[in-house]
């Protein structure tokens, strides 16, 4: 049994691995010279990444704010949504199906918003990181701190409900 070409699949044409990286493509050349972005493992300062899409928001500075606002507002709409009270319901709707179902879409759509936040920040872009933490911060001060709520609000002021990343947290 031929184990050199791990199941039928031929062997690089240059063995090194720096080679297969600069040509950008498995087959070290052949011809194909692909432009591929170096994915980040450390965090960078600059405008020039990847957020959530293959070539997005590219090399150009109105792109690269369009992203840190889309991100920003997305860290926003995350908390509003987790701070809502479709979330929290109340204790006669617990019987009623309908409710229960719009309860649970809201929370599927906080949870891949949430998810979608920190897929930008995996980024590992500097600027992204913080609008997130912005955006984050400004949602929960909006809609979950005591900040702007009056007095005679009658929902518990010390609820912060886990978010749809706890499992980051638990070991």
Request: proline share 4%.
């Amino acid at each position: 049994m031929d184990h050199d070409h791990m199941h039928g699949m031929p062997p690089p044409s240059s063995s090194s691995p720096s080679s297969m990286m600069n040509n950008g493509s498995m087959n070290g050349g052949g011809g194909q010279h692909h432009m591929k972005m170096m994915m980040h493992m450390t965090f960078f300062w600059g405008k020039n990444t990847e957020v959530l899409f293959s070539g997005w928001p590219g090399t150009s500075s109105g792109m690269y704010a369009l992203c840190l606002i889309f991100v920003f507002f997305l860290a926003v709409l995350t908390e509003w949504l987790a701070h809502s009270s479709i979330l929290r319901g109340s204790t006669g709707d617990s019987a009623n199906r309908a409710a229960g179902l719009i309860q649970t879409a809201v929370y599927t759509l906080r949870t891949g918003l949430a998810y979608l936040v920190m897929l930008a920040v995996m980024s590992f872009n500097a600027g992204v990181f913080l609008v997130a933490l912005a955006g984050h911060a400004v949602g929960f001060m909006l809609f979950g701190s005591q900040t702007f709520r009056s007095t005679s609000d009658d929902r518990k002021t010390n609820y912060v409900p886990p978010s749809g990343l706890k499992f980051l947290c638990s070991s």
